[in-house]
Structure formats: C-alpha cells, structure tokens
C-alpha cells in the first residue's frame, strides 16, 4: 500500500513540475514566470524528500535544503531584478 501511495505521489508532482515549466515557457508576464519557477522549486523539493523516503536515506533531505535556500535566494534576486532593475546595490 505504501509503494503505490508513494508511486502516486511521484506521479502527481511530476505532472505538477511539468505544468510548472509550460507556465514558465508561456507565461505573458515575467513575474509570472518568477512564480511559477518558485513554485518549480517546492516540487523539486517535494521530489527530493519523497525520492529520500523511498529509499530510505537521509542525503536526499540535506540535498532538499540546499534547494530551498537556493530557490528563496534566486526568487528574491529575480523579484529584486524586476523591481529595481539591479541586485546589488
């Protein structure tokens, strides 16, 4: 019951990170595309922690933070970008 369960789960955040990316292709708006790319960012996460449980190591947990903190840093930057046209003051 818990390998179909987990299956599913796989299956629907992989859907999730496909429609995540043709939000990014095809989005009118580059903020849009900043939020769809974060929201790509919490299903790599999600990937990654079910990947870790499935396997049943604690690596795949690490390698999920380092994800988040990449992925909150770069949205910040993006969102940075667009409002003041710079990053770096």
Excluded: H, Q
Aim: with cysteine.
């Amino acid at each position: 019951m818990i390998e179909s369960a987990t299956t599913f789960a796989f299956a629907c955040f992989a859907l999730a990170m496909l429609m995540n990316l043709w939000k990014v292709v095809t989005a009118p708006d580059v903020a849009d595309r900043i939020l769809a790319l974060d929201t790509m960012f919490i299903n790599a996460i999600a990937l990654m922690v079910l990947y870790g449980l499935a396997l049943g190591s604690e690596i795949f947990f690490e390698a999920a933070m380092i994800i988040a903190m990449l992925g909150f840093v770069s949205t910040v930057a993006y969102a940075r970008f667009i409002l003041r046209g710079n990053i770096i003051e």
